[in-house]
């Protein structure tokens, strides 16, 4: 029986489920994995991850669809960078079939806590890793933990009803041989001073530039970033220092595929933001969230939509949580179905 959740009026936050996966790592393998109903974690006072910060996570979403089936997206390509973000923080690698198996499994445990169609919640599904044993002179943890977490939750940018504003901060997120371009958890540390200033100053998001120049889009601090031109090409920045977005990649397969679209990943300029039509963050938690200012310093950047949210941004909206929620047909392997 589904669980009684105002399933409608969630919100980005932790709920706690009933299980998660849990497999350790030790004398360099890992064991098998189970569930368990233990939300909490115990580990050394000098863990690895407590003192060096030595954690990677990824982030993916299990749907109901039109046909009242649980499903998830493309699972495969987050065990794909999870494997890059471990191999970039000397951490070891959780086998691709196991991650896939092991999400599977955690969204089958806790399938009570999918929201059903229609409500627009989903399950954030949130597979992550940390050193776990002693460590104190600055090495690699030897002893690893891998988990599985579930949430029910909605929309990321709630109670925002228009479009939302970005800011461009006086703050770096990935230098350009940095971390930028894996999941790993200290992009995120260091960018909560940058967003509670921004949301202290009003605005919904800090915008990034690349930390060598100052003078190209990067992204913001948990999405990707997309804009449309004044001919409804996408276009999307092109960069060794932003997270590779497995939602972007999937936008600019429905755009070029299913809407007959040009895409381009490109260097985009600071200076170029003012020539677009559309703008918008993607990712998994983001979806396809459409921007309606950019403010840099004393320089401001709008653009308005009739409807809230760009002409082609709602078509690759629509497009896309058609083919997540089944009411459109997706590409081979994009869905994995889970009952
Ligand atoms: N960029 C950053 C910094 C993120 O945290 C995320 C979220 O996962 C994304 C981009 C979007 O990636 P994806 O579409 O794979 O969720
Ligand atoms: C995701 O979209 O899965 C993320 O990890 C972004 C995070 C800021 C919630």
Known sequence: MKKDIDWKNLGFGYIQTDYRFISNYKNGKWENGELSKDATVTISECAGVLQYAQTCFEGLKAYTTVDNKVVCFRPDLNADRMIQSCERLEMPIFPKDNFIDAVKDTIKANIDYVPPYGTGATLYIRPYMFG????????????????????????????????????????????PLGTGHVKAGLNYAMSLHAIVDAHNQGYDENLYLDSATRTKI?????????????????????????????????????AEKYLNLEVEEREILYTEIKDFKECALCGTAAVLSPVGKIVNHGDEVSYNYANGIGEITAQLYNTLTGIQMGRIEAPDGWIYEIL
């Open 218 to 254: 990067e992204e913001t601090g948990g999405a990707n970033i997309i804009f449309i031109t004044q001919d409804n090409k996408v276009v999307t920045p092109k960069s060794k220092s932003i997270l590779p977005s497995i939602t972007r990649r999937s936008l600019m397969f429905v």
């Open 132 to 175: 776990s044993n002693p460590v104190i002179g600055v090495k690699p943890a030897t002893e690893y933990q891998f988990r599985i977490l579930t949430t029910p939750v909605g929309p990321y940018f709630k109670g925002t009803t228009k479009a939302i504003t970005l800011r461009v901060p006086d703050f770096d997120r990935a230098a």
